[in-house]
């Protein structure tokens, strides 16, 4: 593999995806302070939000230790050249929600749909590119469509006005193969102007290699979060990534020694549980299954005495998607009393 003088745009998301490691309580503190070390680190975009997007806060998927605003006045102020991102799920964030971000600062609006439901994204991606910010559509859980649906679904998302278009392997499940099939396929197919994105996590152990597989077929916007804070077995970690890049001859403008401190000294010791590849993880991946289930799944467990493993197989087998964690609990429920544990 090739990568010698590419050109890769990092996209932390330590404050984002990392939202769903910490059960959103990540303080206004501790985001300044990992904000302020990736800006100091070259990092060229970072993500703030609930892990769920704007207007993420909810019984269904967690009640944040601070509201997306708050989260946000703090850390744009304090940014010396990084911008910031936020994320936004039609149906739960609305389009208010994206005029706040856009005036506390936000630069980038990435508005996130099932890899088969870019349909639902008209109406935030208009509105955020004719606010004129760079606007990105997000295709999660995109092993679940094939490469030409997956572009007739960019290509939906392009026709609204995103930008940049997202290959998003939300259950960490995709392998190098599949990844090179699908960005290249929106790669030739897209716009040359629209860029492509890849978002991975590391269920499999993958990450590295598939950001690296999604550069090499065209990907120029990588997203990846420090020490991997993220859902599930973390998002790819960005410090090893530089490192490989760096080893590589890729241009990623971040100065390794400074990111693997922030990674070392700030991200590590503010973790709740090791991010890690543990049973619970590999089985999202193996399995397919929605990497932000992981903390319900191991909730419901404590619970109702159902192992978290056989909850999210039966998760994967059912084929449920971002949006249902309700149906966590429901059904760890049924097992339960199936079992004759209740
Ligand atoms: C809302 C999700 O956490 C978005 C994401 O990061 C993914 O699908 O992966
Ligand atoms: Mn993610």
């Known amino acids: 593999m090739n990568l010698n003088n590419k050109h890769v745009m990092l996209h932390d998301m330590s404050l984002r995806d990392g939202m769903h490691a910490k059960r959103h309580q990540i303080s206004l503190d501790e985001m300044v302070a990992i904000a302020t070390g990736l800006d100091n680190a070259g990092m060229p975009l970072i993500e703030v939000t609930h892990g769920d997007g704007l207007g993420g806060t909810s019984l269904n998927y967690g009640f944040p230790a601070h509201s997306d605003e708050e989260y946000l006045k703090a850390v744009v102020p304090k940014m010396k050249q990084a911008k910031i991102s936020a994320l936004l799920l039609p149906g739960i964030g609305t389009v208010d929600h994206l005029k ?16 088969t439901e870019a349909d639902v994204s008209q109406q935030h991606i208009s509105a955020s590119a004719k606010m004129g910010l760079d606007t990105v559509g997000f295709l999660m859980m995109a092993h679940m469509a094939s490469p030409e649906k997956m572009l007739e679904q960019a290509k939906l998302m392009e026709s609204y006005g995103a930008n940049c278009i997202y290959c998003t392997d939300s259950a960490g499940y995709m392998l190098p193969d599949q990844v090179t099939e699908k960005v290249s396929l929106l790669r030739a197919e897209l716009s040359p102007n629209t860029e492509i994105g890849f978002h991975g996590h590391h269920n499999m152990g993958m990450a590295i290699a598939n950001s690296l597989a999604a550069i090499e077929a065209g990907a120029h916007r990588i997203d990846g979060s420090v020490a991997g804070l993220g859902a599930g077995a973390g998002n790819t970690p960005l410090e090893v990534l530089v490192a490989v890049l760096e080893r590589m001859g890729a ?45 319900f799944a191991q909730r419901a467990q404590q619970k109702y005495g159902i192992s978290a493993r056989d909850i999210l197989v039966e998760l994967g087998k059912r084929g449920t998607v971002g949006g249902q964690e309700d149906m966590i609990e429901d059904l760890a429920l049924t097992m339960a009393k199936e079992k004759g544990l209740i």
């Open 100 to 115: 706040m971000a856009r005036d506390c600062g936000v630069s980038t609006i990435r508005v996130a749909t099932h890899c």
């Open 251 to 295: 241009n990623h403008g971040i100065d390794l020694y400074k990111i693997m401190d922030v990674a070392e000294d700030i991200v590590v010791p503010m973790m709740d549980q090791p991010i890690r590849v543990d049973r619970d993880a590999l089985t999202l991946g193996y399995a397919g299954v929605y990497s932000s289930f992981l903390l």
